[in-house]
């Protein structure tokens, strides 16, 4: 009988419970977010204090440089991917009907997609000028 086999109750292995084999996948995508968010920050927080005063046609062709757009669509995809990683954990930690939680976890699916959707789109037009 292996060690992992004694710990485990009969019930338990009736049952099939115990590890999933991938639970520290989403402890590890969130940190690692997490530490692109600090730095994505760090870098628009700055982006944005540079262009205070700016005129719209400095702020079109700032945002144009393709350096700039590509750093501030990976800044808005990865808070929303991180906001969407955090409030499912809270869901799945506080939402105890599991219907609600369903619903709860599609509609913050949905709404980060739309906002991801919605800020990559603004990031085009203003580089593309319209």
Known sequence: MSTSNRLRTPLKNARGLGSAKYGTHHFVVQRISAVALLFLSIYVL??????????????????????????????????????????QVVIEDYVRASGMAVVAQLLVRFICALAVIAGLFAIVRIAAGA
């Open 46 to 87: 700055g982006l944005l204090v540079s262009l205070v005063g700016a005129d719209y046609a400095t702020v079109r062709a700032t945002v144009a440089h393709p350096c700039h757009a590509v750093l501030l669509s990976a800044f808005v995809v990865t808070a929303f991917w991180h906001a969407q990683l955090g409030l």
